[in-house]
């Protein structure tokens, strides 16, 4: 079975004809470690979906130092949804940490899907929920959890991240210092 | 016109009579400034929209403080999504700053309405992406932004917060000490 079709039914049901349809609307690209995917101030009409790799997605402040917003491995989507959905430039870069496989959407074809099929509606919605179900976990992770708890909090939840990233992004990402984990770690 | 329906409307079109089929499906209630909406260790099957009043979620950590994940104001849609979703008890509080009146639906009423109306599944889908959108951007700001940019960044987005809640809850939702935020305003 295509491994995007796995992954579409996990929530809702497909016939042959219909996941043909649906991955006709997809393109694959092949992207190299270091390359980026999306970078600031672009516009943003593409959503990714990770086939093989690892990538990162974050902003620069104005000092030049580095925030990760988001991790994506295989299965997971990725783009910069306010610049997608609200058609503003984008103010995140997304590159990849390791070669990566990806097949991507564009906007318009999304929404027509959605649009034709009520379950790829559903489908979508269901990722968006679950998406932002763990934002918000984030966002109260880093409201109340100590630099330890945040740390195993991730490596419970996310265990594949923790190994296939480097120590200075997972404090990245936790939004404590390098040396802190490093302490602990 | 009802304010659920011209606030529905604002994302997808609705007959009289699909207006009126969802409406039955929404039962109000009234709660008094204090009272609480959702504790913490309850199942919750019920998401509230806001028609009046204003309201807090908040989480308690393990030394008693409180870090509030959310306000909501008239127009807002407002549950704990994670127990809501996933059926998993709450791990928040959300209580009311100021009398409030509110309409809710039940989990499995939505579910019903989302499957029986493409459009409706479609209204909550923009919403739930909405949310996403703003919970990323607070992850972000609690990443990258210095109390003080933190706290300008929330007087523009939400004004009417700002002058509807206590400068100790606005401390709490930012992240930053009460003493930090005197310091600045």
């Known amino acids: 079975m295509h491994p995007l079709r796995r992954h579409i039914e996990e929530v809702i049901s497909l016939e042959d004809a219909e996941f043909d349809h649906v991955l006709n609307h997809f393109t694959p690209i092949k992207k190299r470690k270091h390359q980026y995917l999306i970078q600031e101030g672009e516009l943003i009409n593409k959503e990714y979906w990770v086939v093989k790799g690892c990538l990162r997605a974050y902003v620069l402040d104005e000092s030049g130092r580095e925030h990760i917003i988001q991790f994506a491995l295989e299965d997971w989507w990725v783009t910069d949804y306010q610049a997608f959905e609200k058609e503003v430039t984008s103010q995140i870069y997304i590159d990849c940490l390791e070669d990566c496989e990806l097949l991507y959407i564009t906007k318009s074809d999304r929404e027509k899907l959605s649009q034709e099929f009520h379950k790829m509606e559903r489908f979508w919605a269901k990722k968006t929920k679950f998406g932002y179900i763990a934002s918000q ?3 109260l992770s880093l409201l109340k959890n100590t630099a330890k ?37």
């Open 149 to 185: 708890e945040r740390y195993e909090l991730m490596s419970a939840q996310y265990p594949n991240i923790i190994q296939r990233v480097s120590k200075k992004m997972i404090a990245s990402y936790l939004g404590v210092s390098r040396e802190t984990l490093s302490r602990l770690y």
């Open 137 to 139: 976990n984030r966002v």
